[in-house]
């Protein structure tokens, strides 16, 4: 199974202020830049308790009929969802991975700040997918957090849009121990 | 007078490990970016004692015959610099750009992770041209830092090159409250 991330940060590496607004991303999450065409490449979204809190006061439910599992130790709340396909999950990034491969599924979609980070420590992200949106917003909730080690990249493209977001495409390089 | 920052990132956007070290960027900055070019527009270079204390340890003085004003209340040995034109400087960065301006200078080249955020804070940088490095290194000295607001960056152009650098120039929109 493959993992992926598609992400938005301000220049200065931020995905959400400190009180979880987003103000400084375009609406609409701006203009196409690909997103629909990678979550229609996607079985799942896995996303954070944080995360789907932030997303569930939104107006409406952003994930159509695409499966989202949450990860949280805690039992949630899913009765104010309409019309979601939600399930939550609980475990390592290594078990949530092992589960969902064995229900079949090929390909995921990981997104909040520290599910990102939790699988991206553990070596479970493939590929990165960052669009940068044109602002420097000086503190906030930031997409990468400490590694045990330098995790390398290889850059796969990069395109910038009128509106001045640059999207970059990298695969994880996996490093085996021998 | 412009000031401009040129400078290169591990993509979780760090400009050199906690310890100073710059082992994750390319060696020699890696394939030819830009470089040469953007130093030959400058006047000159403002660094901080930092900055200075770094690269007075590489092997060579890498600016040449260009002036380099090092940034300092504490009063500097420039006796172990070979060939380089090196002058100390004090006061916040208006004070430095009012005196580089009235000797002349046109555009300067502002360097290093304290400088630049010092010199962003105070609304003198007019243009933010940014390489990331293919890597994540986790923690380190961050090329960016506290705002006292958001600033909107304009997008001028990005490049990727083969060895997977990508780089991308903005310039600050800045804002003239009236």
Not at 35 to 53: Q, W
């Amino acid at each position: 199974m493959r993992a992926s991330v598609f992400i938005g940060t301000s220049v200065d590496g931020f995905i959400a202020r400190r009180d979880d607004r987003l103000d400084f991303l375009p609406p609409g999450g701006g203009e196409p830049h690909g997103y629909d065409e990678f979550i229609a490449s996607v079985d799942a979204l896995v996303i954070g308790r944080k995360t789907f809190e932030v997303v569930l006061a939104f107006p409406e439910w952003p994930y159509g009929k695409k499966l989202v599992v949450v990860l949280s130790s805690k039992q949630l709340d899913f009765s104010a969802i309409r019309g979601g396909i939600v399930e939550q999950m609980a475990g390592t990034p290594e078990e949530v991975v092992a589960k969902l491969s064995a229900r079949g599924l090929k390909h995921i979609y990981v997104d909040g700040g520290i599910t990102v980070q939790r699988f991206l420590r553990a070596g479970l992200i493939q590929r990165l997918i960052i669009t940068r949106v044109p602002v420097l917003i000086g503190e906030g909730i930031p997409l990468f957090g400490a590694m045990p080690r330098d995790i390398k990249l290889r850059h796969i493209a990069t395109q910038s849009y009128p509106s001045g977001l640059v999207k970059t495409e990298y695969e994880v390089i996996t490093c085996v121990l021998k």
